[in-house]
Nanobody, 122 residues
Framework: QVQLVESGGGLVQAGGSLRLSCAAS????????MGWYRQAPGKQRELVAR???????DYADSVKGRFTISRDNAKNTVYLQMNSLKPGDTGVYYC????????????????WGQGTQVTVSS
């Protein structure tokens, strides 16, 4: 019922920038919080940044001042602008949609994207 398409990952040198996008399509009425998580090899998935429906934001301490999350509600899309990238930012980045309200459905559902690889070389 909902499809998520992530894009923007890739290989970049330390100090470089990338912009991730996650576009959701389907019978969506509303999305509460949209966020980005990442998972490095051998580590647990961790929150990178999230943005609420009221546009309040929350960032991991390790990315504050370097990453910026934003959303376009008309397009059901969330973005993550990543600047001053470090090798420690390497991992698979996953888009998360929290409490999605669908048309003709009672209750809400959470969704995860398929992940996009970000590799930062030193």
């Amino acid at each position: 019922q909902v499809q998520l398409v992530e894009s923007g990952g890739g290989l970049v040198q330390a100090g470089g920038s990338l912009r991730l996008s996650c576009a959701a399509s389907g019978s969506i009425l509303s999305i509460n919080t949209m966020g980005w998580y990442r998972q490095a090899p051998g580590k647990q998935r961790e929150l990178v940044a999230r943005i609420s429906g009221r546009l309040s934001t929350d960032y991991a301490d390790s990315v504050k001042g370097r990453f910026t999350i934003s959303r376009d509600n008309a397009k059901n899309t969330v973005y993550l602008q990543m600047n001053s990238l470090k090798p420690g930012d390497t991992g698979v980045y996953y888009c998360n949609l929290d409490r999605v309200q669908l048309r003709n459905r009672v209750g809400t559902i959470d969704y995860w994207g398929q992940g996009t690889q970000v590799t930062v070389s030193s």
